[in-house]
């Protein structure tokens, strides 16, 4: 999507307006604070060297240490990153966590690599930026296309080149080198408290909450267990290949275990194939965006027939879109607060990796429900401040705060 970055601060710019606040400040947070761009050297199977290269953007670091996932996957471009590493600004502002945003990623298809191709492109990347991040400095994290193995080579990488064991360089790694029991699960597990919580102020009941979700990877996957599990009736899932529609619900344990045995969830038995363009328009109470950005746009809009967007994706919603929606009426729960589950767990990883101590899952998790209702009932209650439907602006609202504070307490 071309301009992606300067949609994503009109959408600041636009909040700032509301807030009716002009301050010198602003002009700090539209622009971050380093972009980095490095030449990545993979020796591949067959003997050739191929040079991959490798971005990272650090946005912003004024609540703390820059935070934000690697994405490896073949539409990665230095806009892209800009806009994932600001919006990350935002939303660890959101959860109230010290951290700030930041954003890495290569422009590759891991699909194509091999396991030691990937591997030496991780190593390739953690070499490259060895400089730059660090356990008080930036954080990486598994996104799109990167997965916890990959983050435990990223370690250890590292480790070896400042000469100690470092586990927390990087958050998103397996339980046994340091990670942190419920992580994996911690995007979807975050949606979902915070669609309970819109149900209840909306006093929806779940058996009249019919769920579709385009996307089937670790955070849509988990959110539809979760979801399942607790009673809700998830009517659509779906994967790159395509998706599935039962109006009376699907077996998510079934499905799961469809999509294990085949590489996808098209062709479940009593179910319809569906695009993933049909899967949006599909008539659900609530819609689940937890794949790509960009997905919701002017063009499909208007035939969008869900009353409550769940935005687990970063970026899933266009502006034109938006406004169109509002209008309508849906309540759309922007990727900032949504999807802050996992950033909220990496940062209770990180707190454990740097006191060595570890805590249980029940634990982890009722911290997490914890920090997501705070959240939550802050962005509501600033929305119900301003008198209407839209929660993105309330979420920036909350956020912009809480940056401008502490960019004025540091005397930046």
Not at 218 to 223: A, I, K
Not at 231 to 254: F, H, Q, T
Not at 255 to 274: E, M
Not at 380 to 386: K, V
Request: proline share 4%; glycine share 10%.
């Amino acid at each position: 999507m071309a301009n992606q970055f300067k949609e994503a601060i009109h959408q600041f710019n636009r909040v700032a307006k509301i807030m009716d606040i002009e301050c010198d400040e602003l002009e700090i947070l539209r622009r971050p604070d380093r972009i980095l761009e490095v030449s990545l050297p993979v020796l591949m199977d067959n003997g050739r060297m191929k040079v991959f290269t490798g971005y990272r953007v650090q946005y912003n670091n004024t609540r703390g240490a820059y935070k934000g996932g690697i994405r490896f996957h073949p539409q990665v471009n230095l806009d892209e990153v800009k806009s994932l590493a600001f919006w990350m600004t935002i939303k660890c502002a959101v959860a109230d966590i010290p951290y700030g945003g930041g954003k890495g990623g290569v422009a590759v298809d891991p699909k194509t690599l091999s396991s030691g191709e990937l591997e030496r492109l991780t190593r390739a990347y953690a070499r490259g930026f060895s400089d730059f991040i660090g356990p008080k400095t930036d954080i990486p994290a598994p996104d799109v296309g990167t997965t916890p193995k990959v983050m435990a080579w990223l370690m250890d990488e590292y480790s070896h080149i400042k000469g100690e064991n470092t586990p927390a360089v990087v958050t998103g790694k397996p339980i046994e080198v340091g990670g942190s029991f419920g992580r994996e699960t911690a995007t979807g597990m975050g949606g979902f408290y915070v669609l309970e919580q819109v149900l209840n102020k909306l006093k929806m009941a779940k058996s009249k909450a019919g769920i579709a979700i385009q996307g089937f990877g670790n955070v849509g996957m988990n959110f539809a267990m979760i979801a399942s599990a607790a009673g809700y009736k998830i009517k659509a899932v779906s994967d790159s290949r395509g998706g599935i529609y039962n109006e009376k619900g699907l077996n998510m344990p079934e499905v799961l275990a469809h999509k294990k045995a085949t590489g996808s969830v098209v062709n479940y038995k009593n179910s319809k194939n569906v695009t993933n363009e049909k899967l949006l328009e599909l008539p659900v109470e609530v819609l689940v965006p937890s794949a790509l950005e960009g997905v919701i746009n002017e063009t499909n809009a208007g035939r969008i027939k869900a009353k409550i967007i769940l935005e687990l994706a970063n970026g899933p919603t266009l502006e034109m879109a938006e406004v169109k929606l509002l209008k309508k009426g849906v309540l759309i729960i922007p990727d900032v607060l949504a999807n802050a589950g996992g950033v909220i767990s990496s940062y209770f990883e990180w707190v454990q990796n740097s006191r060595q101590y570890y805590w249980e899952q029940d634990r982890a998790e009722e911290r997490l429900k914890n920090q997501v209702v705070k959240a939550f009932d802050k962005v509501w209650q600033t929305m119900a401040g301003q008198g209407d439907n839209n929660m993105r602006d309330a979420a920036y609202t909350v956020a912009v705060r809480r940056l401008i504070s502490s960019l004025r307490i540091r005397g930046i």
